[in-house]
């Protein structure tokens, strides 16, 4: 299989709609400035979250940046985001190689791409946002320190989600022993990269010191199953993918038999080619206001 960093994304924007925490949504209309707002989200991939917020009418008219490390996010949403935007109705406009503005009678946002570690874009950002949205980001990270220096691109919201909370699950067990092992050890790999693998139920703790007011909270599963044996939309291979994840993470890993594992993972893809495989991640929503002293 050919494993496609944007096709992934693009793959799990079904799993992540049913996922993300409805009441954190609604908070976050609730609290959204009424003047055309600004808007930059960290780690922004290819634009899935823009398209998101669009489609579900949550926000008009916005100036929207988007921070991506990576170059082949960022070259993809330059080419993904007319389509989807042309797709919907929208009309478009390209002013630069990485400025986009999408709009209609109702809609009129200004789309920046920027491709750059965020925490170098940071020093250089001379305007705070109205709101700072993380998708599936802060648990790639060192905490709190990391948070911190991402509060200060806003002087309003954060929206913070998909943070990931130390559960994964794949069912049918194929060996509960092994099935824990590889967990734990998937999990552990997160923390040697700087991340952390409970970071979902440590923000709690990280905002309440930054002096963050939390204005909802909430879970937002990755829940995956086949519906009459088909998973929906791409959903089989986002698995796919993230057993790819799990073999790159791991296949190294000296606490791990390399044969064996191996054979886990070829039982897992083969359970996705079946229907039968259940992938279950617990995560949390949050919806912040960030004062600065």
């Given at each position: 299989?050919?494993?496609?960093f944007?096709?992934?994304l693009?793959?799990?924007?079904s799993?992540d709609?049913?996922?993300?925490n ?22 922004a991939g ?28 960022i070259e ?8 989807w935007?042309?797709e919907t109705?929208?009309?478009?406009e ?5 400025q ?10 200004h789309?920046?791409?920027t491709q ?6 940071i020093?250089?950002n001379k305007?705070?946002?109205?709101v700072l949205i993380a998708h599936?980001?802060?648990?790639l ?10 509060f200060m ?27 824990k092992?590889i967990e734990r ?8 990269s700087g991340?952390?693998?409970q ?9 309440q010191?930054l ?10 599963d990755?829940?995956?199953?086949a519906i009459?044996g088909?998973y929906?939309?791409d959903?089989a291979?986002?698995?796919?993918f ?13 606490e791990?038999?390399k044969k064996?594992?191996f ?7 083969e359970q996705?080619e ?19 002293e």
């Open positions: 299989m050919n494993y496609s944007p096709h992934y693009l793959a799990k924007q799993v709609d049913r996922a993300l409805k009441d954190v949504v609604k908070a976050l209309q609730a609290h959204l400035p009424q003047r055309p707002i600004r808007i930059v989200e960290v780690g290819v634009g899935t979250m823009l398209k998101r917020l669009v489609c579900w009418n949550i926000i008009s008219k916005a100036e929207y940046v988007m921070v991506d490390k990576l170059t082949e996010n993809y949403a330059s080419a993904w985001i007319p389509q935007a042309e109705g929208l009309s478009v390209r002013s630069g190689k990485n986009l503005r999408v709009f209609n009678q109702a809609y009129d946002i789309i920046q791409l750059a570690d965020v925490f170098d874009f020093p250089k305007k705070s946002f109205d599936a980001f802060l648990d990270l060192p905490m709190p320190k990391s948070l911190e220096k991402l691109l806003t002087n309003h919201l954060a929206w913070l989600t998909l943070n990931f909370d130390g559960v994964t699950t794949f069912e049918p067990t194929i060996d509960t022993i092994l099935d092992k050890l998937y999990h552990k790999t997160m923390k040697a991340g952390d693998s970071s979902g139920r440590h923000l709690f703790n990280y905002l010191k002096n963050a007011e939390i204005l909802a909270a909430g879970s937002s990755w829940v995956v199953h009459g088909k929906p939309q959903e291979y986002f698995l796919h993230i057993l790819h994840f799990f073999e790159e993470s791991l296949k190294d890993c000296k791990l038999n064996i594992f054979e886990w993972l070829r039982k897992r893809h996705i079946n229907g039968e495989l259940v992938y279950v991640a617990h995560q949390l929503d949050f919806l912040a206001k960030v004062h600065h």
